[in-house]
């Protein structure tokens, strides 16, 4: 893709590349022929009307060549392991003008005969390898194979340390990158479908059907036919699956220097970043996640004092991270203070406290990357924010004027988006607040995310702003909100706002609903039952249903009562859950280990059975029940309607208020998302996080002596 605001003219593609091929230093494009497609007119060029698919790959064979040769100095030699031959016919007709030597070596004898290379034996002694490389001042290799893999390895190991080594994935890719420049990319195409000195080739044409059963690593250059098939299977992956951020641009988080600040950091660093900032009031941060960044992906992860709310902070910082650090290409405000009250009873110094990190920090980053080319210029809201608490509306406003600024942001052409976070778990502030209830946040119909799902969220993030969004596409994105269906007593953002009324699930239209409420009812169907066989089957059906929606499972798919959930794909969450959902529907305390250790359906339903009030009833015999030896079963005693069971339950009003335990804390914290705990930093992983100071390399901000606390009501 080409950003350009030139005229277009519209193309329809019937043949293309499967390869994309390197141009210059911009990246990678993919040649293509056709009609009924809108590009810009300065990358076009007149063709005849019916192009062969060998002139595709000519086209391809001269931009790699143009590519390769533009980082060979005139005079020097060139050795290309295992090229194409249309490759390399290229390369030498171009070289030939530079007064550049070209090489060529295979490790196939009957490539060396038909390509005119010199053919190099796996097994060659080195003195051979050391007088063919001895004046090679740059290298090429394409792979093509476990013989050509052994070549490479002795050649790159008798190289001298000067000479350029070159892969082939620096020449040819699958992906395609959007061009800041048109450069001279139409003169080059032209002149690549006009050169007659190359001998039209034999080309694999492939069916678009059956591309996704090739590779662009490691093959021929090949066209792809586009006319010829209606569909064609697509291979999703995942917004992770790729290299997302820059090697050579720095990243800094503000007020995030915490678990959930180092969680984010080294996915990042997994994912291609190489230069990371940390910063809150007082950072702490674990050396051993920093020297393992280090160690394992040569990453550079730095600590440093930051009062987002002076402008003179904020200042130090960036001028600290400009004489050290390549320049900013990301920014993400995460501060958050947490003061929790009633709007009617709040006072303006409580109000002032919460906001003014995250309004004017926010005014602040804003002015100082006011026209920055960034990558992703973050705000970290709260799910709170979207479906609003009581007692919390200084902290959602906060929010709301982050995103209006986001907003404002986009407006300008730059990046910008909003982050709403959920409940986490296992990592960050509300994992290890010992007031804080997941489940009762659950039971309102929120999700609670894994810090996996916490970094997708934040890739999701960046795409969402990058520069160049519509106006009216949306800045925030929300993880958390959850299905739930009609009859279930939740009466809060699902019920009151209607921006949520679609994810109410009506009772007669969808059959998964309908399982769901079945499940629902099972405490009731087990008061009417009246043998061993009934209860077990009512438990098991019930159980079952539920398994299949938390497992993402057909409604009409078979599930045997004798597999066990690991091989269900039950993990140690779920396992979570499941215990849950016993205790719910039976009041039977059913261990996560028991789930873990092999435990199998019915062993399951037999253990939450034999946990209740006695049967009247006998145990029926294998496989009906699953119990040994027909032991009489606990019996279950119907309550009174409207009553509520009442070991492990709590009485909660709809809407969290002030003082709730779902969001004030019982003691003081630091004021970052992150500053505190123990956690895992997945796919960098590790137990980094009992916090230790790390020294930073600025003189810390003279501001206020202590961080602002979480204060409570």
Known sequence: MIHSATATRTLRVTHSLLQSVAVGAGGFVRVCAGSIVQVPKDICIPVPTHVIPSQLVIAGAQLIADRLLSLTSRGSTLIINEADLIVQTAIRTKASTKNIQVVCVTSSTTKSQINQCVYLDPSSPVHVVQSLVGNCSVFVHFSRGAASDTVRDLIVANLSSSCLEISEEMLVSHKVDTLSSLG?????????????????????VLDLADVTSHKAIGETLAVVDW??????????????????????????????????????????????????????????????????????????????????????????????????????????NG????????????????????????????????????????????????????????????????????????????????????????????????????????????????????????????????????????????????????????????????????????????????????????????????????????????????????????????????????????EQGVDSLVAVDIRAWFLKELEADVPTLKVMSGGSISELVKTGLAKMSSLEDSVPSEPVMPSENNAQLPRIIPREEGSRPTPETHTRSSSPQTGSSLFTPAQDSLSTLSDEGTAQTPPPSGDYFPTIPVASKIPEWKGPEADVEIVNA
Do not use: C
């Open 227 to 332: 006319a010829n098939s209606q569909s064609a299977l697509a291979m999703v992956q995942s917004i992770d699956s790729q290299p997302i951020f820059r090697s050579d641009r720095s990243y800094l988080f503000v007020g995030m220097a915490g678990e959930l600040g180092q969680s984010l950091a080294g996915w990042m660093i997994a994912h291609g970043a190489r230069f990371i900032v940390l910063t809150s009031r007082r950072p702490t941060v674990n050396a051993r996640f920093v020297d393992d960044m280090s160690t394992r992906y040569e990453a550079v992860v730095k600590t440093l004092p930051l009062e987002i709310t002076s402008p003179e902070s904020l200042q130090s910082v960036l001028a600290s991270m400009a004489a050290a650090l390549p320049p900013i290409a990301g920014v993400i």
């Open 335 to 566: 501060a958050m203070v947490l003061d929790d009250e009633l709007f009617a009873n709040m006072s303006f110094e409580q109000f002032s406290r919460v906001t003014k990190p995250k309004v004017l920090g926010t005014q602040l980053l804003d002015e100082a990357f006011h026209k920055t080319d960034l990558e992703f210029f973050i705000v970290a809201s709260s799910i709170s924010s979207v479906i609003g608490w009581s007692g919390q509306s200084n902290y959602s406003a906060a929010n709301e004027f982050m995103t209006s600024l986001v907003n404002k942001r986009r407006k300008r052409g730059v990046a910008g988006s909003t982050m709403n976070i959920p409940a986490v778990l296992g990592v960050g502030y509300a994992a290890h607040s010992e007031t804080f209830d997941f489940d009762y946040f659950q039971s309102l119909g929120y999700i609670n995310i894994s810090e996996h799902d916490l970094q997708v969220l934040f890739a999701e993030t960046i795409l969402t702003g990058r520069p160049g969004q519509a106006d009216d596409s949306p800045s925030q994105v929300v993880m958390g909100i959850d299905h739930v269906p009609k009859d279930l007593q939740v009466t809060d953002a699902h019920r009151r706002d209607v921006k949520f009324s679609i994810f109410v699930l009506n009772k007669d239209t969808d059959s998964e609903v309908q399982a769901h409420e079945a499940a629902v009812r099972v405490r009731v169907q087990l008061q009417s039952v009246k043998t061993a066989d009934e209860a077990y089957s009512v438990t098991r059906d019930a159980f079952i249903g539920y398994l299949k929606r938390i497992l993402r499972r057909a409604v009409d798919e078979i599930i045997e009562d004798s597999m066990t959930l690991v």
């Open 184 to 204: 001279d990319l139409a003169s080059v195409l032209e002149e690549s479908f006009s050169d007659d000195t190359l001998d039209l080739p034999s080309v694999e």
